[in-house]
């Protein structure tokens, strides 16, 4: 069975430029989360999906965050327009709703 | 103050060594709790994961839970090179929004 997808996985841009990370979850899986982990820190919940709604987005800064999970399957998280303190690493995870979540490699963001 | 409090170390032990990793939390509603192991670029991995307090052992993995003291534990016994990683313990109190401690980096040498 295929594990949660990522990409891109490495990601160079301007500040100011946007950016975009997509994420397949395992087949199955109604939750899926995006959470953001900056370097030598534990991953921070950003938002949280159960099938396609957005039960939890209280930590997405969402001047500049959007999130979106069409269809209750893939997700992309978007930053338009992306400053120097958003280079981090921003997993996704998925789960069957029993709280034992499955990552996916991340998409590793890095913004001059 | 965080709710779940870690160190981050880095730990540095020969092969073969029982290693010991621990967090601490504040928040009493906690039930769900786990470790992950995170490989350098790697996503996190589910190593263990218990409900409420206890033991829970799996091959060279023990994980203890004291609701009481608030604080949970992550053994492995006859540690080997390949157990090198950083070890994340997670929580929740049902809601699965999971609480990750900083995580500690953990080495074991040949």
């Known amino acids: 069975e295929a594990g949660v997808v990522q990409s891109p996985r490495y990601k160079i841009i301007e500040k100011k430029q946007p950016v975009a990370f997509w994420c397949n979850p395992i087949?199955?899986?109604?939750?899926l989360y995006w959470y953001l982990q900056n370097l030598g820190q534990g991953p921070e919940l950003l938002i949280r999906y159960e099938n396609e709604e957005a039960v939890d987005d209280s930590q997405l800064p969402k001047d500049r965050f959007s999130a979106e999970r069409l269809k209750g399957v893939d997700s992309t998280l978007k930053i338009q327009p992306a400053e120097l303190g958003d280079s981090a690493v921003y997993l996704c995870?998925?789960?069957?709703?029993?709280?034992?979540?499955?990552f996916g490699e991340g998409s590793r963001l890095t913004v001059l | 103050q965080k709710e779940v409090e870690q160190d981050p170390g880095p730990l540095s032990v020969p092969e073969g060594a029982i290693v010991s990793l621990n967090c601490t939390y504040s928040?009493?509603?906690?039930?769900?709790f786990m470790w992950y192991r995170q490989y350098s670029r790697k996503g996190p991995e589910l190593l263990m994961y218990t409900y409420s307090s206890g033991n829970k052992e799996d091959g060279r993995f023990t994980a203890q839970v004291d609701k009481s003291s608030k604080y949970i534990s992550l053994f492995i016994r006859d540690s080997q090179p390949s157990d090198s990683a950083t070890y994340l313990c997670a929580m929740s109190g049902g809601a699965q929004k999971l609480v990750f401690g900083q995580g500690t980096r953990l080495t074991i040498n040949p």
């Open positions: 995870a998925s789960s069957l709703g029993t709280g034992e979540l499955f």
């Open positions: 087949s199955g899986h109604n939750t």
């Open positions: 928040n009493s509603a906690f039930q769900y």
